[in-house]
């Protein structure tokens, strides 16, 4: 089983909160077909109660809003790096904000088959060379190595 | 056997990746519990009051839950995880 890993980059000013961010992220899996249009709404609804922002090492904060299994088609991540630095509720208290420049959209099947992918995942948000990766590098190269260290069996 | 109950948002990503990080430390400690995980948005108190230990994603707001309930979002970051475990590790022999 495969993960699809998209990627992309928010120039554009018009991304002036969380819901317009998912909005982006999410369009992307829907126009790959990953998902149903619902998906979306149910990753902005989850997120007001349950936010997903992550405040990692060095003030570094991303986002991994992600919703109902049952309106996504097939799994993976929509990579989403935003020119300006959105605040996100933050997980662990949802009265706090984290500024986060990077969101990572997940399409989630079914909890077991991705679990390995969600972990390594969280692995590499402990990894400061994946973090200035991210931040630095080109999007084919970020969509590369996100591919290789995510997308295994 | 202490029954541990892992909590997040949907019960989808993230207590799953609490579970497992957690799972590999008990057994990396030989500790045995029984652990099991669930969405917020689903349990009924009386479901977190028969745990012994709740280990959730975010702070509870729920003043019905007498269960004591660990804050365990440092098992996704990794920031401050030791000291997490460590109560985590305590509750659960306690």
């Known amino acids: ?153 | 056997m202490k029954k541990v109950l892992v909590v997040c948002g949907n019960g989808i990503a993230s207590s799953s990746i609490m579970l497992a990080a957690l799972k590999d430390y008990l057994d990396e400690q030989n500790i045995s519990a029984d652990l099991d995980k669930a969405s917020l948005m689903t349990c009924t108190d009386d479901f977190f009051n028969d745990k012994d230990l709740i280990v959730s994603s975010t702070k509870l707001d729920r003043p019905g839950v007498k269960t004591p309930v660990i804050v365990g979002s440092a098992l996704l970051t990794g920031i401050g995880e030791d000291e997490v475990l460590e109560k985590i590790k305590e509750a659960i022999l306690s």
Do not use: W
């Open chain 1, 1 to 153: 089983m495969t993960n699809r890993i998209l990627v992309s980059e928010a120039d554009e000013n018009h991304i002036n909160s969380y819901q317009v961010a998912i909005k982006f992220a999410g369009n992307n899996l829907f126009k790959s077909n990953m998902i149903y249009p619902q998906y979306i709404d149910a990753c902005i609804e989850r997120e007001k109660k349950y936010p997903t922002g992550l405040a990692l090492k060095n003030n570094i904060g991303v986002a991994i809003p992600h919703g109902n299994p049952k309106f996504v088609k097939e799994s993976g991540i929509s990579f989403v790096r935003l020119a300006q630095p959105i605040n996100f509720g933050l997980m662990e208290d949802s009265t706090k904000q984290v500024s986060c420049q990077f969101v990572f959209n997940l399409a989630i099947l079914q909890s077991n088959q991705q679990l390995a992918m969600l972990r390594q995942l969280m692995a590499l948000f402990r990894n400061d060379d994946f973090i200035g990766t991210l931040a630095k590098a080109e999007l084919d190269h970020i969509q590369k190595y996100l591919i290789q260290k995510l997308s295994f069996n």
